[in-house]
């Protein structure tokens, strides 16, 4: 019995553990264009209990003039549809319900409920380190899925 009780929790407590996600390199900070919005690929690994997937996502990453890097969920706030940087508008724009942001992931305009989610960053020897996380659609505020 005393051996049984270690073996039993070390068995199922990965059933209670929340979806743990990695921080991923997503390029080198100094490649970045400032003021310009980047779209950066990247592969992603989330853990669910004893579930392990591998995924590709993508984020879109704003150098600021002094350096730091703003990296945005690639989701629209107001019902989840991916949006893309329009040059000659000078904003994101979503294709499905005409939302708009700005820059900084404001709303100009459209049904948009919020700003665009922005993800956690850190810069590690010259490297952007995200992590990605999913958003409810549809709110005035974020909440993470």
């Known amino acids: 019995m005393g051996l049984a009780i270690p073996l ?10 929340r ?10 900070v100094d490649e ?5 919005p980047t779209q950066l690929d990247h592969v992603t690994t989330i853990r669910d209990g004893w579930m392990e997937a ?4 993508a984020v ?3 150098k600021q003039p002094q350096g730091d890097v ?18 000659m508008e000078n904003k994101f724009l979503c294709p499905c319900h005409g939302s708009a942001y700005d820059l900084n992931g404001q709303v100009l305009g459209g049904p948009a ?6 993800l956690p ?18 709110l005035p505020q974020s909440v993470e899925l």
């Not at 039993?8 to 553990?17: E, K, R």
């Not at 970045?32 to 310009?36: D, E, I, K, R, Y």
């Not at 591998?54 to 996502?57: E, P, V, W």
Request: with cysteine.
């Open 54 to 57: 591998k995924s590709r996502k």
């Open 70 to 87: 703003k990296v945005f969920s690639p989701i629209c706030t107001h019902l989840g549809c991916g949006y893309r940087w329009d040059d």
């Open 8 to 17: 039993i929790g070390s068995l199922i407590s990965p059933a209670f553990t």
């Open 113 to 118: 409920p919020r700003p665009l989610d922005v």
């Open 60 to 62: 879109w990453a704003v």
């Open 121 to 138: 960053t850190k810069v590690e020897s010259g490297r952007l380190l995200v992590m990605y996380k999913q958003f409810k659609s549809g």
């Open 32 to 36: 970045l264009p400032t003021g310009h």
């Open 19 to 28: 979806r743990q996600r990695d921080w991923v390199d997503v390029g080198s």
